[in-house]
């Protein structure tokens, strides 16, 4: 937990003012809203416990956890990037 | 111009915009030419971004009406409503939105000219043109020919005019839909069309046979798209490849004919989808090069033949990115990053980005492709490893789940954009 801390810590930090979203998180937003107000049946991240998040993507990289789509992009990502990725998405509200 | 002068007058862009006095004096000012799912997430990915930054949206329909899922209307499984989006919520993040045409700009002086004359500065413009039909490249298909046999790769009427020819059609009669060589609009949108009208025919019209004529030996999906007609729709849908014959070289509309090197095919529906080429203010721009197509950073989405002009979405030469709504936002919002980085003064940083296309082959079979990219070797190149289309031996239920999702993406990237 305290990993995940010093994370959302450094990216305040590197981040402009106003929350710029890291690499790929952007894109994410195709199919995972940037915001709780859109309404849509697709997997909500936002405010999500940033740990849930890296672990699901580190499943569905390794295939442990059953996919239709999400292993196939969750390949193309570093943990570095998932973890960036995954505090940004825990921070949007 | 030159290279030379090119790189002289980047500099020079780029020092102006680095100098403290020009940020303290007045607030950046960013002009989007065009709203769809590229433009309009860029404006507002721009105020989100930069609450400083004014932004000015140029787009003369009031209502955007979506390309994906604009098969499922065709097909009569949807309606055009659904399809279709206001700019209300554009507007409240403080966007400007001017409800007319871009008619010229001028990448010296930094301006754009508006339809009524009114010139408009900018210090960074985004064009997000889409595409435009190429109507000097078929011969014999000019927009009069459009009427008869419809397009449809802009939604809207063109999308109703081909349903209604289909209604209209009795049971027994022959289909034909004309497939564009490379690039264009939607890699696998003229696939998904055949399969979704194969589908209606099959319900509706069980006599009646559908025939693709292809420009190509090769498309997007092809092997998954190719299992599920034999499975789906034996006997009723035929693909007639290039190199069998199928490259339409010219059209008759006054007797509803497509001739090929091969013969005519005269048919009861005919849906020509033709070469295309960014929309036509790229070209006005400057941006466009001989293909038709805008050549772009693959970092920053800046043309390489214009500074402090970026371009994204269809119009955009975005090396393994389709032409896709969901390439188009995820280029919108990565150029939104860089334009607010260049225009207060920061260093953009390096971008990631995701397609996904979802494809139904029948109501309740959804297909995909998917790819991660970043900038290598002056291109958007494929993140090695990611991406790839849906398992070939999946089972139903797998195609079930994709349909679902694919609904699912429709409401969520319609609502990061216009919502």
């Known amino acids: 937990m305290r990993v995940w801390i010093a994370a959302v810590v450094v990216l305040a930090w590197i981040a402009p003012a106003s929350g710029a979203p890291p690499a790929g998180a952007a894109a994410c937003s195709g199919c995972h809203a940037a915001s709780a107000a859109i309404v849509s049946p697709g997997p909500r991240l936002v405010g999500r416990d940033a740990a849930d998040i890296v672990n699901a993507m580190q499943e569905f990289r390794t295939g442990k956890r059953p996919a239709t789509i999400m292993d196939r992009i969750a390949k193309g990502f570093t943990d570095d990037e998932i973890q960036a990725i995954a505090a940004w998405y825990a921070m949007q509200r | ?419």
Request: charged fraction near 20%; glycine fraction near 8%; include cysteine.
């Open chain 2, 1 to 419: 111009m030159n290279r030379r002068k090119f790189l002289k007058s980047t500099a020079a862009v780029s020092a102006g915009l680095f100098a403290p006095t020009l940020i303290a004096q007045a607030a950046p000012r960013v002009v989007v030419v065009g709203g769809g799912f590229a433009g309009a997430s860029c404006a507002r990915a721009l105020r989100k971004a930069d609450p400083r930054i004014a932004v000015t949206l140029v787009e003369p329909n009031a209502t955007f009406t979506a390309c994906p899922f604009s098969n499922a209307v065709i097909a009569g499984l949807r309606e055009l409503k659904a399809q279709q989006f206001t700019y209300e919520k554009v507007t409240a993040d403080g966007i400007t939105l001017v409800r007319t045409s871009a008619s010229a700009i001028d990448a010296q002086a930094r301006s754009v000219t508006l339809a009524d004359g009114t010139r408009l500065a900018y210090d960074r413009l985004v064009l997000a043109p889409g595409i435009d039909i190429r109507w000097d490249a078929l011969p014999g298909y000019g927009e009069s020919a459009a009427e008869r046999m419809p397009h449809a790769w802009k939604a809207g009427e063109q999308t109703l005019l081909l349903r209604r020819q289909l209604e209209a059609m009795e049971d027994g009669g022959l289909v034909v839909i004309a497939a564009p060589p490379n690039p264009f609009r939607c890699p696998p949108g003229p696939y998904e069309r055949a399969s979704l009208i194969a589908h209606y025919l099959k319900m509706r019209k069980p006599r009646s046979k559908l025939i693709v004529l292809d420009a190509k030996d090769v498309f997007s999906k092809q092997r998954l798209f190719q299992n599920a007609w034999a499975e789906l729709y034996p006997g009723l849908l035929e693909w007639v490849s290039l190199s069998k014959g199928g490259k339409v070289i010219s059209v008759d509309a006054a007797t509803n004919t497509l001739v090929t090197d091969f013969g005519r095919h005269q048919a009861a529906v005919v849906n020509v989808i033709p070469p295309q080429k960014a929309g036509s203010i790229a070209d006005v721009a400057g941006v466009a090069d001989r293909s038709g197509w805008c050549p772009i950073d693959p970092a920053t989405f800046e043309s390489k033949q214009q500074a402090g002009i970026h371009v994204i979405g269809d119009a955009a030469i975005a090396g393994a990115m389709p032409k896709s709504a969901f390439a188009a936002n995820s280029q919108a919002k990565v150029c939104a990053e860089v334009v607010a980085a260049l225009v207060t003064g920061r260093v953009p940083s390096a971008p990631k980005l995701i397609n996904t296309c979802y494809s139904l082959v029948a109501p309740d079979y959804g297909i995909t492709v998917a790819g991660v990219y970043r900038p290598a070797d002056g291109q958007l190149a494929d993140v090695p490893g990611a991406g790839g289309v849906s398992p070939m031996d999946a089972p139903r239920a797998t195609r079930a789940l994709e349909a679902q999702y694919a609904e699912a993406w429709f409401r969520t990237i319609t609502g990061e954009v216009f919502g």
